[in-house]
Each structure stands twice: as structure tokens, then as C-alpha cells.
């Protein structure tokens, strides 16, 4: 077998692999644990080493595939916690609080009858007044885990903290 045959094989195993991975990775939301950008270059170390030589017209093309592919994944909304998080990115400061209860209309926005509602989040040191003050969604009334925190300010949204499982 020639040396070529070998590379592109290779190359098509680290294009396959990166894809299954970055996508089974993204479906299971662990980009909310790992920056996007080192996905990236995760992919990137896999595929690019064997793009120089023969054939490199078709593994570039593959590698700019998978480029379009990574960067599409962030808007695809594979079940209810994904678009979840989604949702919660898309709240920007500013917004006014109806906007934001809007765009979050399909979770559960959680109030003080919920014991998940006098939690704090380690990540996110809050005032007393932040505190009793925050608008906060969960995904479903069974995944009371993932949190979306709205903090308001005058009718607005002053920030918003995202706080995964």
C-alpha cells in the first residue's frame, strides 16, 4: 500500500473521529464545561497535520467542512437542556425583563415556593438584595440542576449567569 493511501486513511479516521466526537460531545452539553475554542483545537491537532501532500485538495476541503460543521453546532437545539442554554445565552444586559422572560417562556421560572430558589451558586458570589432580587429558570420542574439567573435592574437586565449541573 502507498504511503498516500495510508495518510489519507488517516486523515479520514481523525476527520471522522472529530466529527463524532465534537457532535456526541455537543448533544451531551459538555460545551457548557469546556470552551468551545478548545474543541476547536482539539479538531484542528487531529485533522490538520495530515492535510500537506498528496490529496491535500480533498482533505482541505473536508477540514473546512468540519470547520463549518463546529461552527454551525452552537445554534443546533438537540433536546430541551440544550436549548435551555441557548436561550439563556441569548439574554443580553440591557433587555428589558419582559424581553427576558420572553425568550425563557418555555422553562420553569422559579419562585420562592421552590427550594432551589434560596440556593446560592458558588460560582456567582451574590448580595442579599441580588439575591432576593434575581429571576431564576430551570428547565423543567424535575431538572432543577441547571440554571439560568437573571439579574434585574430598573425593569432591566443588568446580568445574566449561567450556572450548569
Known amino acids: 500500500m502507498k504511503k498516500s493511501a495510508i495518510v489519507l486513511g488517516l486523515f479520514l479516521l481523525g476527520w471522522t473521529g472529530s466529527l463524532v466526537l465534537l457532535t456526541g460531545l455537543d448533544v451531551n452539553n459538555?460545551?457548557?464545561?469546556?470552551?468551545?475554542?478548545?474543541?476547536?483545537?482539539?479538531?484542528?491537532?487531529?485533522?490538520?497535520?495530515?492535510?500537506?501532500?498528496?490529496?491535500?485538495?480533498?482533505?482541505?476541503?473536508?477540514?473546512?467542512?468540519?470547520?463549518?460543521?463546529l461552527l454551525i453546532l452552537p445554534s443546533v437545539r438537540w433536546n430541551t437542556l440544550k436549548s435551555f442554554y441557548i436561550d439563556c445565552a441569548?439574554?443580553?444586559r440591557g433587555?428589558?425583563?419582559a424581553a427576558a422572560r420572553q425568550v425563557m417562556a418555555p422553562y420553569v421560572e422559579a419562585d420562592n415556593s421552590l427550594i432551589v430558589y434560596s440556593a446560592y451558586m458558588p460560582e456567582a458570589p451574590e448580595t442579599p438584595a441580588e439575591h432576593n432580587t434575581r429571576i431564576l429558570f430551570i428547565p423543567t420542574a424535575a431538572e432543577t440542576a441547571e440554571w439560568c439567573v437573571v439579574y434585574p435592574e430598573e425593569e432591566k437586565v443588568k446580568a445574566v449567569v449561567i450556572s450548569p449541573d
Open 30 to 69: 459538555l460545551f457548557v464545561y469546556l470552551p468551545r475554542w478548545l474543541l476547536y483545537l482539539g479538531a484542528c491537532a487531529l485533522v490538520l497535520p495530515f492535510v500537506p501532500g498528496k490529496y491535500w485538495q480533498i482533505k482541505t476541503g473536508l477540514t473546512v467542512i468540519l470547520l463549518v460543521w
Open 95 to 97: 433587555m428589558t425583563l
Open 90 to 92: 441569548n439574554i443580553q
